[in-house]
T-cell receptor
């Protein structure tokens, strides 16, 4: 059974700091891994999607890496800003090539202080 | 372009009642999935529909049912509501049912069961 874990559960950093969020999964047979952002009481915004054949994806100040063999992914946020404060969720696609589901971690709640 | 839309935004019901939640996917998307997010947890998969057929079902009781219409919109129905059904219900759409396709989430419906 696939399980996804995110550490730490919460993180508080001063503005401008570079930071890393961690995600681990127990079954390396994944199709992809996706990072999401969730603001309080809101839906999920997709940040980055890494296919199983890829090692990393970049979007602006965000960089996500994937190491399937070790069951780990990291989300790197450069030069953090107060507007980055949110909960960050990682999810892996579990199933087959035409039916499946996202299995989510519990999220890391990030606070960036001005 | 409009994103995934869900209605209603908020809903308050009492135990034993029935509820219907609605989702309209992004134009051109044919796959819709439903997730339940309890406060403080990551979303849990409920259903996936593609081309009006159920493609997957999570570990939820038969009180939960869903369907997808010819225009690809979807409804989630929950019967005999329990206090534990209180959660944010999220709908996600994608172009196909493939893991290579990014899942786009709606803002969610906040259900409170009293």
């Amino acid at each position: 059974k696939q399980e996804v874990t995110q550490i730490p559960a919460a993180l508080s950093v001063p503005e401008g700091e570079n930071l890393v969020l961690n995600c681990s999964f127990t079954d390396s047979a994944i199709y992809n891994l996706q990072w999401f952002r969730q603001d309080p009481g809101k839906g999920l915004t997709s940040l980055l999607l890494i296919q199983s054949s890829q090692r990393e994806q970049t979007s602006g100040r965000l960089n996500a890496s994937l190491d399937k063999s070790s069951g780990r992914s990291t989300l790197y946020i450069a030069a953090s800003q107060p507007g980055d404060s949110a909960t960050y969720l990682c999810a892996v696609w579990s199933g087959s090539s035409n039916t499946g589901k996202l299995i989510f971690g519990q999220g890391t709640t990030l606070q960036v202080k001005p | 372009d409009a994103g995934v839309t869900q209605s209603p935004t908020h809903l308050i019901k009492t135990r034993g009642q029935h509820v219907t939640l609605r989702c309209s996917p992004i134009s051109g998307h044919k796959s819709v999935s439903w997730y339940q997010q309890v406060l403080g947890q990551g979303p849990q998969f409920i259903f996936q529909y593609y081309e009006k057929e159920e493609r997957g079902r999570g570990n939820f009781p038969d009180r939960f049912s869903a369907r997808q219409f010819p225009n690809y919109s979807s409804e989630l129905n929950v019967n005999a509501l329990l206090l534990g059904d209180s959660a944010l219900y999220l709908c996600a759409s994608s172009y196909r049912d493939r893991p290579t396709d990014t899942q786009y989430f709606g803002p969610g419906t906040r259900l409170t069961v009293l």
